[in-house]
C-alpha cells in the first residue's frame, strides 16, 4: 500500500459541500492539499483550521475556473510552485434549473466550461504527470442525471453524461499504468448546488437530499480502491440500474419530465 505522508491532492470547487468534505478527508489522513475556489477569503479560512488541526501543508490558489485558460494557469502555478499532485478531485461544476427556451446562451457558457473544458484539461495536464510517476487518483464529479436526459436541466445533465463517459474510457486507458480514474455520480446533495442552479422551485429538489459529508465519503472510498463509478445511496443506485435497463428512451425522458417538474405541477 502506497505511503499517504508526503502526498498532495488537488481539491477544486473545495471551499464548501462536496469538495470541503474531500478535503478534509485527506487531511485527516495526512494527504498535503491545494484547494482552489473563487472565495479566497474561505480558502484561507480552511487552510488555516486544517494545517492547524491536521499538522498538513495546506495551498489555497482563489481562481474562477470558469474562465477560460484558468485551468492551464492553476496547473503551471502547481509547476511553479514544485507541487506533486498525487490526487485530482475535480469537483467545481455547477447546474441551471429552467426551460431552454428561457435560458440566458452566456450562463450555459460559463457552466460548460467548468463543468467539461476545465475538468477535462486539468485531468490531460496532471494524468501525463502521474502515469510518468506511475501512481496517481482522479475523482471527478459527476451526478446520477448523467445517466439519463433531464428536462429543465438539459444543458447540465448532458454535461455530467461528458463526464462519466470521459472518465470511464480514461480508466480503461490508463489500465496497469498505475493510475486511476473514478467517478462519482450522487443525486441531490445538501450543498449549495440547488440554490445556484435555482432550482428551488423543482419537485425533485424537495425531496430527502444525501448529506455532503455521506457522498463524500462514498467517492473518497472509491477513489482510494481504484473503482470506476460510484453512486451513493441505495435508491440513487436504483435510479441508475432503472435507466440502464428501460427499454423505451421515451418511456424513459416521460419519467424524467415528471420528476424534474416544477413543485405543484401533475404534468
Known amino acids: 500500500m502506497t505511503d499517504l505522508q508526503n502526498q498532495t491532492a488537488l481539491v477544486t470547487g473545495a471551499s464548501s459541500g462536496i469538495g470541503y468534505e474531500l478535503a478534509k478527508l485527506f487531511a485527516q489522513d495526512g494527504i498535503n492539499l491545494v484547494l482552489v475556489a473563487r472565495r479566497g477569503e474561505v480558502l484561507e479560512k480552511i ?15 482563489p481562481l474562477d ?25 475535480n469537483n467545481a461544476g455547477y447546474g441551471a434549473y429552467g426551460s431552454v427556451t428561457q ?23 496532471f494524468v501525463k504527470d502521474m502515469v510518468q510517476r506511475r501512481f496517481g487518483r482522479i475523482l471527478n464529479i459527476g451526478s446520477l442525471a448523467a445517466f439519463q436526459s433531464l428536462p429543465n436541466l438539459a444543458a447540465y445533465g448532458a454535461s455530467k453524461t461528458y463526464v462519466m463517459h470521459f472518465t470511464e474510457g480514461l480508466h480503461a486507458e490508463l489500465k496497469g499504468t498505475g493510475v486511476t480514474a473514478t467517478v462519482l455520480n450522487p443525486g441531490l446533495t445538501e450543498t449549495g448546488f440547488v440554490e445556484r442552479a435555482d432550482m428551488g422551485r423543482s419537485a425533485q429538489a424537495q425531496r430527502t437530499m444525501l448529506r455532503a459529508d455521506v457522498v463524500a465519503q462514498a467517492g ?5 480502491r481504484g473503482k470506476l463509478n460510484v453512486v451513493p445511496g441505495w ?12 427499454p423505451s428512451r421515451k418511456l424513459l425522458l416521460a419519467a424524467a419530465s415528471f420528476v424534474m417538474r416544477e413543485a405543484g405541477k401533475k404534468r
Open 47 to 61: 487552510k488555516h483550521d486544517f494545517e492547524r488541526q491536521y499538522r498538513i501543508r495546506v495551498v489555497s490558489m
Open 65 to 89: 475556473l470558469s474562465s477560460l485558460g484558468e485551468a492551464q494557469a492553476l496547473y503551471q502555478a502547481c509547476k511553479a510552485e514544485n507541487l506533486q499532485i498525487d490526487y485530482l478531485v
Open 103 to 125: 435560458a440566458d446562451s452566456a450562463t450555459y457558457e460559463n457552466m460548460l466550461t467548468l463543468n467539461i473544458i476545465t475538468l477535462t484539461t486539468l485531468t490531460t495536464l
Open 220 to 224: 473518497y472510498r472509491g477513489m482510494m
Open 235 to 246: 435508491q440513487n443506485r436504483v435510479l441508475s440500474f432503472t435507466a440502464g435497463v428501460m
